[in-house]
């Protein structure tokens, strides 16, 4: 497992939910906009059992529906429950938190800057 992919296990989650909060979305264009926000190491055999998981504790939940404007098969479309609603909001804060933190450690070392 890559640097890339360990940091990225813990926060795809609030990605996802974060990609979810206004739509609906499928896994395959779940993927698409993942890697088009710059999330290029995230393969598809990551994503559906995360999705899953997800369903599992009712952060998010799928239909399946056909295919819009197409003769293909049928897709499950995801959206955000209200739990998930709550863990997104739970994630964004957490998420500025501990940003705000490895910036500092990453821009100073670290070090305090007095008033």
């Known amino acids: 497992m ?12 609030g990605c996802i939910l974060s990609l979810m909060e206004d739509r ?5 264009e779940l993927g698409t906009l993942l890697e088009e926000s710059g999330l290029t190491f995230v ?9 899953l998981r997800m369903q599992k504790e009712q952060l998010i939940e ?18 955000l429950t209200d739990k998930g609603k709550d863990a997104l909001v739970l994630f ?18 670290g070090k305090r800057h007095d008033d």
């Open 92 to 109: 964004k804060r957490h998420w500025g938190t501990l940003k705000q933190s490895v910036d500092r450690i990453l821009t100073d070392g």
């Open 24 to 28: 609906e979305i499928y896994g395959y």
């Open 62 to 79: 799928g239909t399946m529906r056909p295919d819009a404007g197409s003769s293909g098969p049928p897709r499950k479309y995801y959206h």
């Open 43 to 51: 393969s598809e055999g990551s994503i559906y059992p995360l999705l």
């Open 2 to 13: 890559t640097a890339q992919s360990q940091m990225l296990k813990g926060i795809l989650e």
